[in-house]
């Protein structure tokens, strides 16, 4: 099974940048899809992105459409969230996922990595 390790989380100004990434290794990353996930305190985890095996296609929820962009680089096994315009709202722990074709991110087959704090203040 894949292991994930995220890094590039930490505090931020309102209207500022990050950019996160996630470390796979030990399994077939390439043929994964992969999310991003988040959960702020007394919150419910909640969908961020997706990004298909291949990288051609991608799914945002809507509350993050056009100031978040998922990407992958699977010749170094890695995942990214650029994320822009972070308000407030944001601020959560922030989680990356890859699972096996036709399964579903709360599967025991897929993996998630630790979490990485994102705090945003305005």
């Known amino acids: 099974q894949v292991q994930l390790v995220e890094s590039g989380g930490g505090s931020v100004q309102a209207g500022g940048s990050l950019r996160l990434s996630c470390e796979a290794s030990g399994g077939p990353f390439s043929s994964y899809g992969l999310a991003w996930f988040r959960q702020a305190p007394g919150r419910e985890r909640e969908f961020l992105a997706a990004i298909s095996w291949a990288g051609g296609h991608t799914y945002y929820v809507d509350s993050v459409k056009g100031r978040f962009t998922i990407s992958r680089d699977n010749d170094k096994n890695m995942l990214y969230l650029q994320m822009n315009g972070l308000n407030s709202e944001d601020t959560a722990v922030y989680y990356c996922?890859?699972?096996?074709?036709?399964?579903?991110?709360?599967?025991?087959?897929?993996?998630w990595g630790q979490g990485t704090q994102v705090s945003v203040s305005s």
């Open positions: 996922v890859a699972a096996p074709p036709d399964t579903s991110w709360s599967s025991d087959l897929a993996s």
